[in-house]
């Protein structure tokens, strides 16, 4: 089955969704079950422990919510700016879904709590949460079309143009 460029767009904006929506729900579950500070199970290597993280990946910029959420407005513009208008592969697609989905959940949370809730608790490492994941992961995505490649196109983000039909050649 060939996928079209329009298709790619709406597989990533529904996996932006699914994703944005697995994220809220599960910060809500722990806003819920638990105190900020609190841990379930209360020791071992992976806990659900609820943070309030004020600063941004690692606790960077603590306290500087304002600058943050204005960073992850532009971001969030950006990101559905090169996914709408730009031509590029299907990986591409799906890791700009999840960038947009992890900006997105993090965002709500600063603008709803004035902090973003982190709960995923895993041995020595910082505390995250799904939205931090999908970040993540669509880094590692971008970073493997980018080395491995794919299509010959697959490190350009070429604009689309239509042909004589007024559809996109892609």
């Given at each position: ?109 600063r ?16 505390i ?37 039909n ?5």
């Amino acid at each position: 089955m060939q996928f079209n460029t329009t298709s790619h767009r709406t597989v990533s904006l529904i996996l932006a969704l699914f994703i944005f929506t697995f994220d809220q729900v599960t910060k809500f579950v722990v806003i819920r079950s638990l105190s900020i500070g609190e841990s379930w199970p209360e020791t071992g290597f992976f806990r659900i422990t609820y943070v309030a993280n004020t600063g941004s990946a690692f606790g960077l910029l603590s306290g500087l919510n304002h600058i943050l959420i204005f960073v992850a407005l532009l971001g969030i513009f950006v990101i559905l700016w090169v996914l709408i208008r730009t031509s590029s592969e299907f990986l591409i697609k799906i890791a700009l879904g999840l960038m947009l989905a992890g900006a997105a959940g993090n965002f709500v949370d600063r603008i709803v709590y004035g902090h973003v809730i982190d709960f995923i608790d895993v041995g020595p490492w910082y505390i995250f949460n799904v939205a931090d994941s999908a970040i993540v992961i669509s880094v590692i995505v971008l970073i493997f079309v980018f080395t491995f490649g794919g299509k010959s196109n697959s490190g350009k983000c070429a604009k689309e143009e239509p042909n004589q039909n007024g559809h996109s050649n892609e």
